[in-house]
Every structure is written in C-alpha cells, then in structure tokens.
C-alpha cells in the first residue's frame, strides 16, 4: 500500500501515474498498488469466472440474465476499485456503461485473496461495497482453498457460509448451479 502524500488525497489522476503492471486502487483516499496475482489467485479467479459465466452471463445451462466482468474498474463515489469479479443483473447495466471504467455498483463481487491484499479486500473494499449497496460478496482463498459467501442485510454484510477443500456447493446469488470447489484450485 502506498499514500501519494501524507496528507494528501489520492485520485483517480494517481491510479493513472501508477506504473504499469500494476493494480491501482484509490480506497477511502488512499492509493493501493500491488502487483499483478500470482499463478493461484489467476487460476481460481479465471475458474469461478468460466463457472457462473455461462450458465448466467450467457445462459447457457442455467438463467442468465446476468453481465460478469473479470476485473472491471469501478468508481464508486471518490473511491476506484477492481474486484476480481463483479456480476449485475442485466437490467442494471447498459452499454453506455461499456466505457474505460463502471460507475454503477455490480450486485455481485468476488475478490480472491492473496497474502498482499487480503486485508484491503476484507476490510476497506467490503466497507465499499456494503456502502454501495453490493447485495453479495464472494472471498476465496486459493491456498486456504476456501470460500466466503456473504450477503448484505440491513447495511451489514452477513457470513451466508464458508465451504472448504473438495466439496459441492450451491452458493448465493448463483444457487442455480452446483459448484465443485475442486475445480477451482486444481490445475
């Protein structure tokens, strides 16, 4: 984590100067660079992604109705944040939204934890997101092989389950289909 200045604010113009090969992100004021994930973290993100994508971004095998980007930026208030993950009932979203970066919180994050940024995902970005409103919210962890489900309920996000190692789940808000938690960590 690094401040652009001690006393200053951080902005999106600092997400822009940060050197690239990056992720930059301004949480609460403050600007977060880490490096790109490593080999773990890229394979689950890219797995969960391939498993909620068909059944509901593009409805097949399952309801669709859904739009799941990987890593989208998000400005949210004065706050630019890239979840791993975010899904948005279609309806939500347009193609006027299609630009640089989405302005409308997703109704769905999945953050996927490495030892640099599990603390800014479990505490500043879901602070975020409980703010905007994100009705879910997904935390794996690759190496623990784990994942959080959570749900925001009256403002205050709610540990819905977790489900650990080679077990099926069905997980909110994509309990249409059956997940193997396996898949997500083997190569």
Known sequence: MTASARNAVATYADVLAAPEGVTAQVLFGVLHTHPRPG??????????GAEVTGPFDRGRGGPGGWVILDEPELHLGADVIVPDLAGWHRDRIGKEDAGAFITIAPDWIC????PSTEAIDRSDKMDVYGREGVSHAWLVDPV????????????RWSRVRVARGDVAVRAEPFEAIELRLRDFWEL
């Open 144 to 155: 623990d092989q784990t994942l959080e489900v959570y749900a925001l309920e009256s403002g």
């Open 111 to 114: 953050e996927v934890l490495s």
């Open 39 to 48: 080999a773990s973290h890229a394979i689950a993100a890219s797995r969960i």
